[in-house]
């Protein structure tokens, strides 16, 4: 439930090693973490209710500002009052800035340092402006609770100079979308960490948004054709100097394996779109690792994914039955498995933050590090 009077706060309840269990308070709900959000990219999960989203667990969702700006447009969903109201959704949001889908979708992109990113919409071609602070003004306009300053998201590169000059340009924005977002106590404004594969580039970096002042810190630029061992090794050079006492959130990742490697290096926050995304390709998320339900093998298995799960009565559904929805390109099949796979992710990061609180997580990743 809503409650005006709650600003936006992070506390650490339980740490072990850089692991740990905290807390995230807004006006619109808590959020346990470690966390991981389901994408909304343009205002919707793919194939589910968000009454449904809600039920597997989920505290907050993500949307993002490139898409709603392109479509519908920022003032369609102002109009009504916000994205909360315009998706019927009472969970909290948070909204990314739009620079990465800037480098990954759009098919022109020019790199102004004062005017911001100028690009061609992915849809039809129209010219667009996106600027630090028109990003903070368009997710204050779709009244988002966490809000991701303006960076800018090189595609994936060895070429020290241009991760050296992305980042400049990248702390520089965060200033001025710091400048523009101004005092907002009711929302969370993070910056976004980057630096390439560099741990001296990825350190100043930190330390420049350290001194800019931000409500949480996001590590960007680890999904865009990393390895995960790349992506872990420039965890383990960074994870000792976030700041403590804010929540860290490794942006666009990733694999239940991915997850846990990054919780055992102490980051809170998560976001995919991998579980919704497998779940319309047939690609179910089990304790026992993915399995493609689409594969001939299981035309006559008459048992479900996972018998424990009765959710939604999602362990009435056999996997033979699945099969054939899948196969007959069936709305359903997505559906289903969409769910099991957010479903999953939950009782996922439910099982961390349980074995972090009782002093078992390492067990636990020893079990489920290579299964997941």
Not at 15 to 39: C, S, W
Not at 315 to 333: C, D, G, M, Q, V
Request: aromatic share 10%.
């Amino acid at each position: 439930m809503e409650d005006i009077k709650k600003n936006f706060s992070f506390s650490v309840k339980h740490q072990n090693k850089n692991y740990r269990v905290g807390l995230i308070q807004t006006h619109r709900g808590e959020i346990d973490t470690p966390a991981f959000m389901p994408v909304g990219t343009q205002a919707t999960v793919k194939g589910v209710f968000i009454d449904d989203i809600i039920k597997t667990g989920s505290q907050i969702i993500l949307s993002n500002t490139y898409h709603l700006m392109i479509r519908p447009g920022t003032e369609r969903v102002e109009a009504v009052g916000g994205l909360h109201k315009f998706m019927n959704c009472k969970l909290p949001i948070l909204t990314d800035s739009g620079g990465y889908q800037v480098m990954s979708l759009s098919k022109f992109n020019k790199i102004d340092r004062d005017k911001g990113a100028i690009f061609q919409s992915h849809i039809d071609g129209k010219t667009f402006i996106l600027s630090p602070e028109e990003s903070i003004r368009i997710q204050k306009k779709l009244n988002s609770d966490i809000v991701m300053v303006m960076d800018e998201c090189p595609k994936k590169t060895t070429d020290r100079k241009i991760i050296e000059s992305s980042l400049e340009l990248s702390t520089e924005w965060a200033l001025r979308s710091k400048n523009s977002f101004g005092k907002n106590p009711h929302k969370g404004l993070f910056g976004i960490v980057q630096g390439g594969l560099f741990d001296d580039l990825r350190k100043k970096s930190l330390e420049d948004l350290i001194n800019i002042g931000f409500d949480g810190y996001a590590l960007g630029g680890l999904a865009v054709g990393d390895t995960q061992s790349e992506m872990f090794k420039v965890l383990d050079g960074i994870k000792d100097y976030l700041p403590e006492g804010k929540p860290r959130y490794l942006m666009g990742v990733g694999t239940p394996s991915d997850i846990l490697g990054a919780v055992k290096r102490g980051i809170d926050m998560f976001d995919c779109v991998l579980p919704s995304r497998s779940g319309r390709t047939g690609l179910a998320f089990t304790w026992n690792g993915p399995i493609n339900i689409k594969n001939a093998k299981y035309q006559n298995d008459t048992k479900p994914i996972d018998e424990k799960c009765e959710k939604f009565n999602l362990n009435k559904y056999s996997k033979n039955y699945l099969n054939h929805l899948f196969n007959t390109n069936e709305i359903l099949a997505s559906m289903l498995l969409t769910l099991h796979n957010i479903n999953f992710y939950h009782e996922l990061m439910n099982e961390i933050r349980i074995n972090i609180n009782n002093g078992t997580f390492d067990q636990f990743f020893d079990e489920y590090i290579a299964k997941l």
